[in-house]
């Protein structure tokens, strides 16, 4: 099955999650870093997912699916450990909602990728359902290639960006201006926590590259 990779904004949106388990907790963290607005259908829970009822950033009802639950969900995601609860699910949605059911990955309208976070920079690894347990291994690995200072570096980076798209030079000072910023030598100061000297280096950029 071939998958369109995309990035959802689901900020304010209604997602449902039913199951409360190790399989839910993971999907309900993601959908919680995006702002979604997450309600849990479980009878149990986990510990964290519980913390998380507690701390009013889900609304967890604590009893078995019904399939009204769905009415008013963008996303819902089934991760019970019953595949006929699970399968209930999926039955109970539209077509218009984004389904995963992650015991059937034949119906799934969408599934979740492992992701390397580093601040807005999101690596995201998906196998096409074929082994997931591959896409981990591999966030690992990038993981050790793309370390924490790549939220800084990208959060730069962007700041650098904006500042040169509305400066509103020529194309081809833009695309040079933009081609130095990604040097090398950005990604090492920013790493060794060199800022100040970072920020002079782009500033010379600017000067040289970024007249009007
Ligand atoms: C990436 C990640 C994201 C996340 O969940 O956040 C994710 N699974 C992760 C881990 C993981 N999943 C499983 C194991 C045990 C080892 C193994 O079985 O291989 C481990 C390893 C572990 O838990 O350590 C078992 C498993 N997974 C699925 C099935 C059903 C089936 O395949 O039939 C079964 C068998 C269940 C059973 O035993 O019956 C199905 C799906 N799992 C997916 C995503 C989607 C496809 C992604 C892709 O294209 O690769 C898809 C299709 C649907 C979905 O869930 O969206 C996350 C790693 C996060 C990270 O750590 O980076
Ligand atoms: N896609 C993935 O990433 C992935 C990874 C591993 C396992 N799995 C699958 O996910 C399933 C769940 O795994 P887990 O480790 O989270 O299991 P778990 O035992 O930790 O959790 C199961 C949850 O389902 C809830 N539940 C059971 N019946 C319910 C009902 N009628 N209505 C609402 N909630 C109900 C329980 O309250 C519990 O919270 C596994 O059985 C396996 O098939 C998927």
Known sequence: MRLYPMMANLRDKQCLVVGGGRVAERKIGGLLNTG??????????TPTVQSWAEAGRITLHRRRFDPDDVRDAVVVIAATDDPGVNLAV???????????????????TFTVPSVVERGDLQIAISTGGHN??????????????????????????????DRVLALGLDET??????????????????AAGETKRRDQEAEQVFRTLGKP
């Open 36 to 45: 979604a607005v997450v309600t849990v259908v479980s009878p149990a829970c």
């Open 132 to 161: 997931p347990g591959l896409a981990k291994k591999l966030r690992r690995q990038l993981e050790e290639q793309f370390g924490p200072e790549y939220a800084e570096y990208t959060a730069f980076l962007g700041a650098m960006r």
């Open 90 to 108: 999926h039955r109970a949605c539209g077509s218009h909602q984004w389904v995963n059911i992650v015991d059937r990955p034949d119906l799934c």
């Open 173 to 190: 000072q833009r695309r040079a201006v933009l081609a130095e910023l990604l040097d090398d030598r950005f990604l090492r100061l920013t």
